[in-house]
């Protein structure tokens, strides 16, 4: 943990030191900030990029894969050498208690479904696109580019619940229409041709990477180092107590009581808790999922030999799996990974979860031989859930913090469900240069300490 509070004043303020607070604090620095302060309440850098380690055993919280164009690197360059490359595949739980291909396969959603179930789906595709005029929900959104029965057949259905925490008649379907836009290009009929006739590209496609065998903190402790090296400084493992705006600039007090003043800030918390620290009313919540994830260890037959696998089946609470020893290495000759369940489903209870996995992997004949479970992690705020036009709600609050000068950006800080790090790396690239455009400083109008 690093501690460098050895200034009081800073051109800018960044709370939050996830991917979108360290992008951010490089855009500041690099567009002439002369020096930045990070503060987190967690005690290290790369925000929900989380490991836990159990004995021997570093498992995730969640399944984090990276790619080696993303853009972040463009701002850490030293990341690089420090993946892992993996050749990943991912499988699915059908229905039926099969492991298929994710998200969908023509052989066994398609060709093996016989003559009876092709007339169902397609009577069912045709119904959809003629009569769902109104689509409101993600549920109608995938209803209407697959049909109903092969939402039913393929469990896509089952884990669009699982996947937004939410039944899928609830949630908005404007954020189906951001982030679930592979239904609709798996579902149009010349895309299905194209894709059953296509050749493999030429191009080799990215590389596929994971974090460092020890775990997330060697990453994000290089990216930290490269921002001090240019003048930031880091508080983590602080709390913020409030924030205040005065003549022109913010006074950011921290549970210590200690103050420290930004002539510029730019929030990456979530909406809510910036809103509070600035004494500003919250008018509704934001729902947000919190992920119970479960830690194992195994020795057996696993019944399956992908490293992810999704729950497409209708039973089961658990939502995805990644077999970490894939990537790593057995451990102590054990396989070990990680579970994510909504823990709303498992009424936040671990020995919930943990049995309701056992039951429905015993069901399906997975991880037959000897399964313990060595830990599990709780985290709030892991995904945006949107409904009742949650995100014009969260699109009017970062407007009103605007107005207040704090620039509110990155997951947490727009509401916004940024899949990947490559995401949240070109959203803030694109925020801060839109939100202050011309905003430079000149080493005379950098404040002394
Ligand atoms: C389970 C999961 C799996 C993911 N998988 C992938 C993947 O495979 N590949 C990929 O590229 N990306 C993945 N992502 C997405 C990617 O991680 C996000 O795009 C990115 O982490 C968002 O970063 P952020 O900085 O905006 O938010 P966060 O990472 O949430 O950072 C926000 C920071 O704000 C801090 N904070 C919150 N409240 C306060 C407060 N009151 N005071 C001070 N600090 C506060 C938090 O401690 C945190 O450090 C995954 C995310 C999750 C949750």
Redo the contacts with the bound molecule.
């Keep these: 943990m690093t501690n460098s509070l050895d200034e009081a004043r800073y051109d800018a303020v960044v709370?939050?030191?996830?991917?979108?607070?360290l992008v951010a604090t490089s855009i500041l620095l690099r567009d002439g900030a002369r020096n930045v302060l990070v503060?987190?309440?967690?005690a290290w850098s790369?925000?929900?990029?989380i490991d836990c380690k159990f004995g021997d055993y570093t498992f995730d919280?969640?399944?984090?894969?990276?790619q080696d164009d993303?853009p972040l690197l463009a701002h850490f360059p030293e990341l690089l050498p420090l993946y892992i490359q993996i050749y990943p595949s991912w499988g699915r739980l059908t229905p039926q208690g099969g492991v298929s291909h994710y998200p969908l396969s023509i052989k066994d959603d398609l060709l093996s479904a016989g003559p009876l179930e092709w007339l169902w789906m397609v009577s069912s595709i045709i119904f959809a696109r003629t009569f769902r005029r109104r689509i409101r929900s993600a549920k109608d959104f995938a209803t209407f580019w697959i049909g109903r029965r092969l939402l039913e057949r393929t469990g896509l259905g089952y884990y669009l619940s699982r996947f937004y925490g939410f039944p899928a008649d609830q949630v908005d379907v404007k954020f189906a229409e951001k982030r679930m836009l592979w239904i609709k290009e798996h579902a149009t009929l010349r895309n299905l041709v194209g894709r059953a006739f296509r050749r493999a590209p030429n191009v080799a496609p990215n590389q596929q990477l994971v974090r460092p065998r020890e775990g997330f903190g060697v990453l994000y402790r290089k990216a930290m180092e490269r921002l001090e090296g240019q003048g930031a400084g880091f508080v983590l493992g602080t709390?913020?107590a409030r924030v205040q705006r005065q003549n022109g600039e913010f006074s950011i007090v921290l549970a210590n009581d200690r103050a420290i003043v930004g002539r510029r800030l730019v929030s990456?918390?979530?909406l809510a808790?910036i809103q509070d620290?600035c004494g500003l009313q919250t008018h509704r919540e934001l729902k947000t999922v919190t992920?119970l994830t479960l830690f194992y260890s195994f020795s057996g037959e696993r019944g399956f030999k992908q490293p992810i696998l999704y729950n497409f089946s209708s039973e089961g609470a658990w939502k995805r799996l990644t077999i970490h020893s894939d990537f790593y290495g057995r451990c102590h000759g054990r396989e070990f990974f990680s579970v994510?369940v909504n823990a709303e489903h498992v009424a936040h209870d671990i020995s919930t979860a943990d049995s309701d996995f056992r039951t429905h992997t015993c069901d399906n004949r997975l991880f037959l031989g000897d399964l313990r479970l060595e830990g599990a992690h709780m985290?709030d705020?892991?995904?945006p859930i949107y409904t009742d036009q949650a995100d014009e709600h969260a699109a009017s609050t970062v407007a009103a913090l605007r107005k207040l000068g704090i620039e509110s950006i990155?997951?947490?800080?727009r509401f916004d469900y940024?899949?990947?790090?490559?995401?949240?790396t070109l959203k803030a690239e694109a925020a801060l240069r839109s939100d202050q455009p011309g905003q430079t400083w000149s080493r005379s109008d950098a404040s002394a300490p």
């Design positions: 709370l939050g030191a996830g991917i979108s607070g503060v987190d309440e967690y790369g925000g929900n990029h919280v969640g399944s984090y894969i990276f993303s709390k913020i990456t918390i979530p808790r620290l992920l994510e985290l705020n892991a995904y990155g997951r947490q800080g940024q899949p990947t790090a490559r995401d949240s």
